[in-house]
T-cell receptor, first 113, second 116 residues
């Protein structure tokens, strides 16, 4: 069975500082990995994905994520956070051949001015 | 460009009442999904439909039924609502082609349901 862990419920950073949101996963085969963001009272929006190829994936709004197979991690990063990045972030995993995504519990990011 | 549209946006039910949540997508996607979101638990899959004419149970299907009415529409029905079904419900859709699925799921804005 596939699963995702986001070990931090909340991440607080100052504007302009680097932002990291952690994610680890568990699958029996090769993973497809995703990050989504949810702003208040909105649905989830796709940020980026890892399917195959380069371990460093670049996505929307200046976000990137690094796939690390040995550590089964897919951490989300942004070099310089903005107040507008404050939101709820979800990591998700899907095994090759499976229709279903499994989501982590989410990490609330607060960026203070 | 509407994407995924969910109705209603808000609903309050009494225990035992029934209702249907509607979802429609205009992106010609094959697959559609229903999730519930509860604090601290992320999104949990209720049911999904890999393609028109098929539906399958997800992680938390008890108390729910679904209908894939056509390629565009996928409804979720609560036959006898319970307080434990108070949640935010999201519908999503995605493309599925062959073995390399793009599977970026596109989400609706959600339905906030309270069962008293």
């Amino acid at each position: 069975a596939q699963s995702v862990a986001q070990p931090e419920d909340q991440v607080n950073v100052a504007e302009g500082n680097p932002l990291t949101v952690k994610c680890t996963y568990s699958v029996s085969g090769n993973p497809y990995l995703f990050w989504y963001v949810q702003y208040p009272n909105r649905g989830l929006q796709f940020l980026l994905k890892y399917i195959t190829g380069d371990n460093l994936v670049k996505g929307s709004y200046g976000f990137e994520a690094e796939f690390n197979k040995s550590q089964t991690s897919f951490h989300l990063k942004k070099p310089s956070a903005l107040v507008s990045d404050s939101a709820l972030y979800f990591c998700a995993v899907r095994e090759v051949g499976d229709y279903k995504l499994s989501f982590g519990a989410g990490t609330t990011v607060t960026v203070r001015a | 460009n509407a994407g995924v549209t969910q109705t209603p946006k808000f609903q309050v039910l009494k225990t035992g009442q029934s209702m249907t949540l509607q979802c429609a997508q205009d992106m010609n996607h094959n697959s559609m999904y229903w999730y519930r979101q509860d604090p601290g638990m992320g999104l949990r899959l209720i049911y999904y439909s890999a393609s028109e004419g098929t539906t399958d149970k997800g992680e938390v299907p008890n108390g729910y039924n679904v209908s894939r009415l056509n390629k565009r529409e996928f409804s979720l029905r609560l036959e006898s609502a319970a307080p434990s079904q108070t949640s935010v419900y999201f519908c999503a859709s995605s493309e599925w082609k062959g073995t390399l699925a793009k599977n970026i799921q596109y989400f609706g804005a959600g339905t906030r349901l309270s069962v008293l």
